[in-house]
């Protein structure tokens, strides 16, 4: 990741944020597919589209646009997830939840995994800045949950010393681990286990 360029303007027009709104979903569908190593700046070019100097006109470097294309695959992956995301709030809303991620996996024919968990596990280690993106992603897909699992504890659902905190993030764990064997098997069994047992541990701090 070290093709140079000029800096990105801080205003764009109408037509430059559709332009750079296209190289970013291009780079995004590459990076899913193939990975951010194997996805070559021109390769993004070609899919987009666009010329060089049209790339570099909204991106500095690589690294640039693969930090675009990491806040573009978590809006991706929230916006997939609502509304039912943002009300988290009960048992049945908990179960609704679980079948939409694995109704998501079965119609990607449990095919890449997560789109911001498959970029941590490539880039985390060696990409500092990537990372703390990474993390602020993990952050907003967790922060509803906790909110959810925090008010059903206020309503009473569930007992008062519930470590709503701890239960949210177990659950983020829980999706990560299984959709990580889901894609390696090929199978939605192992994301529907893993969440069905966090479920079970919900309900078991049932009020």
Not at 8 to 27: E, F, M, N, Q, S
Not at 46 to 71: C, M, N
Request: glycine share 6%.
């Amino acid at each position: 990741m070290t093709d140079e360029v000029a800096a990105a303007p801080r205003k764009l027009t109408v037509k430059g944020r559709a332009t750079r709104a296209r190289i970013v979903a291009a780079a995004a569908e590459l990076v899913f597919a193939h990975g951010v190593a194997r996805t070559g700046i021109d390769d993004v070019r070609q899919r987009a589209g666009v010329s060089a100097s049209q790339l570099y006109h909204y991106f500095t470097d690589k690294d640039d646009l693969v930090r675009a294309v990491i806040a573009h695959q978590t809006d991706g992956v929230l916006d997939a997830q609502q509304p039912l995301l943002d009300h988290l709030d009960s048992f049945e809303a908990l179960e609704r939840w679980r079948d939409l991620l694995v109704d998501l996996q079965e119609q990607r024919h449990c095919q890449g995994g997560c789109p911001i968990g498959s970029i941590a596990a490539e880039l985390a280690d060696d990409d500092p800045v990537a990372r703390a993106d990474l993390a602020d992603g993990f952050e907003r897909w967790e922060a509803p949950i906790r909110a959810g699992l925090a008010r059903m504890r206020e309503r009473g659902d569930l007992r008062a010393d519930t470590d709503t905190d701890a239960l949210a993030l177990a659950l983020l764990a829980a999706l990560q681990g299984g959709l990580v064997l889901t894609q390696t098997r090929r199978s939605t069994e192992p994301l529907r286990t893993a969440l069905d047992a966090m479920l079970a541990h919900v309900r078991a701090a049932a009020a």
